[in-house]
């Protein structure tokens, strides 16, 4: 026992924790991703994009080597939210926000739903620290949950379904320069109908994977996960 102690000695390691100077959200927080070498970006959702002391936002990016706290809202449309189409009296831009997630080039990707002003439902973080935006292909489609980026420069979502405001389903992107949202075009899935369990459901997690070169689309419905061959 004294040997392995001496071959494996026991090692103390420190938790340091830091206060960050912002508003929380009143939902829950969906994702945290890293942003370089010392930056986190993060979702804060279920909060109206204005405040005397300018905390509430809808994402937040740390610095943690000199501790600097950017906070973005709906300031020059970066992000938004509530605009009176599914509560006629409720539009006060409150922000709801999914997922965050890098594409394979290292932008960050915002899942924005209930984007009722702009419809912008992504917003994209590029890596000079700028802000582009996709627009959803109709006005059913407010409620994108998840993305997923194929190889093929597609990113396909997932959306919740709710009769009226968004049909669920999957809606597949084919997008070319990030900056720039008129070569962006939401591909029309020709099969749609034959793909089982996939029309008209809320989807809730979208990811893929890979066998034998072969591409795997994983969905995770109300029904279970289902896998596709793409």
């Known amino acids: 026992d004294v040997y392995k102690r001496q071959e ?3 090692s103390i390691s420190n938790f340091v ?15 945290v991703i890293n942003r370089g070498d010392s930056s986190i970006l993060f979702s804060n959702s279920g909060i109206p994009p204005y405040h005397p002391n300018d905390s509430y936002g809808g994402v937040i990016e740390y610095n943690f080597s000199n501790n600097q706290v950017t906070i973005f809202d709906t300031t020059n449309s970066v992000l938004d939210g509530l605009g009176g189409v599914l509560y ?16 394979i080039n290292g932008n960050s990707w915002v899942v924005n739903p209930y984007a009722e002003n702009s419809n912008n439902i992504l917003a ?3 890596n000079d620290n700028e802000w582009s935006h996709v627009q959803a292909p109709d006005h059913i489609s407010f409620l994108p949950h998840e993305i997923a980026f194929n190889r093929d420069n597609t990113v396909w979502v997932g959306f ?3 009769p009226g405001f968004s049909n669920g389903g999957i809606k597949i992107l084919s997008y070319g320069d990030i900056d720039s949202k008129f070569d962006d075009v939401w591909v029309e899935i020709d099969n749609l109908s034959e793909l089982p369990n996939l029309v008209g459901v809320s989807v809730w997690s979208i990811e893929f994977s890979k066998i034998e070169d ?10 279970g996960v289902l896998g596709y061959i793409v």
Request: hydrophobic share 35%; charged share 15%; proline share 6%.
């Open 124 to 126: 994209i973080y590029n």
């Open 8 to 10: 494996y000695p026991a």
């Open 88 to 103: 006629p009296d409720i539009a006060d831009s409150y922000m709801t926000i999914h997922q965050i997630k890098h594409d």
């Open 214 to 223: 072969q591409d795997l689309c994983w969905v995770l419905t109300s029904d």
């Open 160 to 162: 919740r379904n709710f």
């Open 17 to 31: 924790n830091t206060f960050i100077s912002y508003a929380p959200g009143a939902r829950l927080s969906w994702s």
